[in-house]
């Protein structure tokens, strides 16, 4: 669970990764679905939800720091499919910051599970800043790099191993329409996600490969707790400011991922994001 001194976590309910009211009905069967950042928060809840849809996952994670999430993603997947897609799950340690590592996922995951008909572009990162002046160049090269750059050498390496009928999912957020008064540089490459989407979306339309996003309201996750230095009293009042007037669960997100990775769900789509987002209405 997320901790940090001084944060009364009892006021927020902690991250649910499955409704258990979910009737998965084989909406990805079979699909060879790759995950960056899929052993936390919203991506595990994506693995999770893929993996109880019928798809091969493979996800990445941060070794070190993430070892104990790998491990317990790994083991509720072992639970969720009994085994039954055959292959995988795999989690791959990485930094997808640099090029070299995102081939070599794209490697490692083509050469275990033979292909890629599905990739979700999710790990992040924020730092929260108050002022401009206080944003770094140190700071603003990881942000683009793991936010944005990541899509970008994720999809180079991957489109050559997709085939017709892929799809492509990248994760924006509602900071990208609405805008935010403490994450300047995470909301910019949020907005470049958008633009890369409908960009790409063209660019592989003959293709056949779909390109999507979601573009997630504030979300119970890790990234808001435990990473960033986002202060206690900004924490407290997380969510409040949706119509819903709370923060969503990571499974109340997965299932859209489900339903624009899914061609039985949506194959006339391409270029879209989806805004699960409690309420907040998105112009643009
Ligand atoms: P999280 O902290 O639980 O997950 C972030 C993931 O990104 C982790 O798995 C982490 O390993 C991975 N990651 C970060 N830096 C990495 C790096 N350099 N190399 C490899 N992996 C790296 O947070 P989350 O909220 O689940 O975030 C998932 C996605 O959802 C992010 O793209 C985030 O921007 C987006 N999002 C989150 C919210 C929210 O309120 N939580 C809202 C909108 C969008």
């Keep these: 669970q997320p901790q940090q001194p001084g944060v009364e976590y009892l006021m927020h309910p902690r991250p649910v990764s499955i409704d258990p009211e979910y009737q998965p009905s084989n909406k990805l069967q079979g699909k ?14 994506v693995s999770y939800y893929f993996a109880l849809e019928g798809a091969v996952v493979a996800f990445t994670y941060v070794a070190g720091i993430e070892d104990k999430d790998k491990d317990e993603t790994l083991k509720t997947i072992k639970e ?6 055959g292959k995988g799950p795999i989690a791959i340690p990485t930094d997808v910051r640099f090029e070299e ?3 070599k996922v794209v490697d490692q995951v083509v050469g275990e599970l033979g292909g890629i008909d599905i990739l979700v572009n999710n790990a992040g990162y924020q730092h929260f800043n108050r002022t401009v002046e206080e944003i770094t160049e140190d700071r603003l090269e990881r942000t683009f790099r793991t936010n944005i750059f990541a899509h970008f050498f994720m999809i180079k390496h991957a489109l050559a191993h997709m085939k017709e009928g ?13 805008g935010t008064s403490w994450v300047l540089e995470y909301s910019s490459t949020k907005g470049a996600i958008v633009a890369f989407t409908r960009s790409l979306s063209q660019f ?20 808001e707790v435990s990473a960033g230095a986002v202060p206690p009293e900004v924490l407290a009042t997380f969510g409040s400011d949706v119509p819903m007037k709370r923060p969503g669960q990571p499974c109340e997100i997965a299932p859209s ?6 061609n039985q ?3 006339y789509m391409t270029g879209q994001v989806l805004h699960p987002n409690g309420g907040t209405i998105i112009n643009g």
Excluded: E, H
């Excluded at 060879?32 to 809840?45: K, N, P």
């Excluded at 969720?80 to 897609?85: D, E, S």
């Excluded at 892929?166 to 994760?171: F, G, L, M, R």
């Design 32 to 45: 060879v679905a790759l995950i960056t950042g899929g052993d936390s928060g919203i991506g595990r809840s």
């Design 80 to 85: 969720l499919t009994k085994g039954r897609c």
């Design 101 to 103: 590592n995102c081939k």
């Design 166 to 178: 892929s799809s492509i999912v990248n994760t924006a957020s509602v900071v990208a329409y609405q």
């Design 204 to 223: 592989l339309v003959d293709r056949k490969i779909r390109v999507n996003g979601v573009a997630p309201g504030p979300i119970w996750t890790p990234l």
């Design 257 to 262: 991922f489900v339903f624009l990775a899914s």
């Design 265 to 267: 769900m949506s194959s």
